[in-house]
């Protein structure tokens, strides 16, 4: 679904990314791990148009998407997160994720992924789509009209993925959506993967918490330095010798 052909990013000396090249299956999570400056997010931002590669294509589901702007991108069913929250902190919740829907024409596929009903365009408002997203979210309802800023971090986390999925992408990546969370908010990330999945949306994660990528990934490629060193299931990454180094400088 997404193929990452031979990509390289430079700023100044500093080589982000190194000749980066994977194929994204549709359908599965593939997560993206490694250490600290390994280019990790800058991959993400060649993926979605926030970075121009200095060599290389990237290419969703034959079409080449690196050179497009981020909406171009967005419209064409890649949505992101962002590794620091970008939240709309005065808006009432539910509107921080019907923004999503305002910004691309793609409201009616996620419609499509929610089962909402479609043919009558005037029932459906863009708070009662928000509600049923908030829904397969499992945001309370207490949170609904309240200040996105007075959520918890963990929750604004979650409203901010749904924004995400409120632009109907076919594939989603989220850059450290476990960071900052607590330990049952990131069993119930892990979760909501699942159900993203079984949406028939596929997920590329960049995630820091290797049990989470463990437990939730089909697979794995590990980035050090700007370069792939590994690529595999859990088991087969956790054991490879480069990926020990990487990890713990062995
Ligand atoms: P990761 O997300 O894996 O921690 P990053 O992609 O953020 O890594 O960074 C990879 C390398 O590229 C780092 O050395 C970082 O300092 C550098 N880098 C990232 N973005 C920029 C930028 N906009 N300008 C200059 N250097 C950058
Ligand atoms: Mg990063």
């Known amino acids: 679904m997404l193929s990452i052909n031979g990509v390289s990013k430079s700023f100044g000396g500093v080589h982000a990314l190194r ?9 599965v999570i593939t997560s993206v791990i490694g250490p600290n400056g390994a280019g990790k997010s800058t991959l993400m931002n060649v993926i979605s148009g926030y970075a121009t590669p200095s ?5 969703l589901d034959g079409a080449r ?11 064409m069913g890649l949505a ?14 539910w509107e921080v994720v019907a923004t ?6 793609r409201a009616s596929l996620l419609a499509d992924l929610l089962n ?3 043919s009558r365009a005037e029932e459906r408002t863009a708070e009662a789509d928000a ?21 918890s971090y963990g929750l604004q986390r979650k409203l901010e993925i749904g924004r995400a999925l409120a632009t109907g992408p076919r594939l989603l990546l989220l850059d450290e959506p476990a960071a900052g969370l607590n330990t049952s908010e990131t069993t119930a990330l892990g979760q909501l993967f699942r159900k993203i999945i079984a949406m028939g949306v596929t997920l590329v994660l960049v995630e820091h918490d290797l049990d989470l990528v463990m437990a939730v990934s089909d697979s794995i490629y590990v980035l050090d330095a700007g370069t792939v060193i590994a690529r595999g299931g859990g088991e087969e990454v ?5 990926v020990m180094a990487a990890y713990l400088g062995l």
Not at 80 to 93: E, G, H, T, Y
């Open 19 to 27: 000749d980066v090249r994977m194929a994204i299956p549709a359908g």
């Open 131 to 151: 509600r049923k997203l908030l829904q397969f979210l499992d945001l309370d309802p207490v949170w609904w009209q309240r200040r996105a800023g007075d959520l």
């Open 65 to 75: 998407i690196s050179g497009l702007p981020p909406h171009r991108i967005c419209a």
């Open 238 to 242: 956790r054991r490879d010798p480069l």
């Open 80 to 93: 992101r997160s962002f590794q620091n929250l970008q939240m709309f902190v005065d808006m009432p919740a």
């Open 116 to 118: 909402l009903p479609s």
């Open 55 to 59: 060599a290389g294509e990237v290419h």
């Open 100 to 105: 999503g829907f305002y910004r691309h024409q």
